[in-house]
């Protein structure tokens, strides 16, 4: 049982959320797991803007060794962004090519919605100009988004369907996804554009013939629901390769949607992964003690 208590996150969290732009379009993105016992985390605050840009580039670059680690990588495709916490047309991505299991903060561009680099040298992806910047300037409430080309998002992006609500995780996407016809090699400067368009609040796309994107008011929780988003796809194909699906009523969907879609439960879901990719890279570490706790 959950309760929908936007008190629950404190006054200092409810600060962080106006100053991020978090996904605030409705109560069910506060609704947080009520534990037996202690309380659950919360967001880490940074007052200090320069120590909020070096943890999200912090969480970004885990993110990119989290989808390699998980396999979730093809080629020179793919790209995560997170917008910077003081210049909001602005976003931090990784330098094109650069392989995911390498990215480290001091690696990552910041870039802004025309394309102009910030900071860095490296080459930037256009598509990721296209439509991460699209995206993000369309729609101020998203912080982060994920795009890269999975094995199961492009093998179920191959047909035009949403996910079914089958089962508990897939729920999350229920009535909270869409299906957009787009370029296949994307590099239209209005992709992106049209993409948050047709997303309007949802928090994720199936990009038709090109695989998955998702969004978010953290790059913690933008990617876990890409890696949730990816799982659910696999488990539907599957599921179908057996046989008639059985999904569950429209009310079963929303109700479990309800009490598991927020981005607080994607941040909590992160933090697990999170924390074992700091476990396993001695930089990150590093990299991650210099900041003020």
């Not at 992106?192 to 368009?197: K, L, N, V």
């Not at 696999?234 to 046989?243: C, F, K, Y």
Request: aromatic share 8%; with cysteine; net charge negative.
């Amino acid at each position: 049982m959950l309760r929908c208590d936007v008190r629950a996150f404190g006054a200092l969290f409810l600060l962080t959320t106006l100053r991020v732009h978090m996904c605030t379009t409705s109560l069910d993105d506060y609704r947080i797991p009520t534990p037996v016992g202690g309380a659950l985390p919360v967001p880490q605050t940074y007052p200090n803007i320069d120590d909020e840009r070096r943890h999200r580039k912090l969480k970004l670059a885990a993110a990119f060794r989290m989808l390699a680690r998980f396999g979730l990588t093809e080629g020179i495709a793919g790209h995560v962004t997170v917008r910077d916490p003081e210049h909001h047309d602005r976003y931090w991505v990784n330098q094109y090519a650069q392989h995911f299991s390498t990215v480290h903060p001091d690696d990552l561009m910041c870039i802004d919605d025309a394309g102009v680099v910030h900071y860095g040298t490296g080459p930037v992806n256009a598509a990721a100009v296209a439509i991460h910047c699209g995206i993000h300037s369309a729609n101020h409430s998203v912080t982060a988004a994920v795009h890269t080309h999975t094995t199961y998002g492009r093998a179920f992006a191959a047909r035009e369907r949403l996910l079914e609500p089958i089962n508990q995780e897939a729920c999350l996407f229920f009535e909270n996804h869409v299906v957009f016809r787009g370029d296949i090699v994307v590099l239209a400067t209005d992709e992106g554009a049209r993409i948050a368009q047709t997303m309007g609040e949802r928090k994720a796309a199936i990009l038709l013939n090109h695989g998955l994107l998702t969004v978010g008011s953290s790059v913690d929780s933008a990617v876990y629901r890409f890696i949730a988003m990816e799982r659910c796809a696999q488990v539907q194909l599957l599921a179908e390769a057996a046989g008639p699906l059985q999904p569950l009523n429209a009310d079963e969907a929303r109700a479990t949607r309800r009490h598991l879609a927020s981005d607080y439960v994607a941040w909590l879901s992160f933090q697990g992964l999170y924390g074992q990719v700091l476990r396993e890279h001695a930089d990150l570490q590093t990299y991650a003690q210099t900041l003020p706790f």
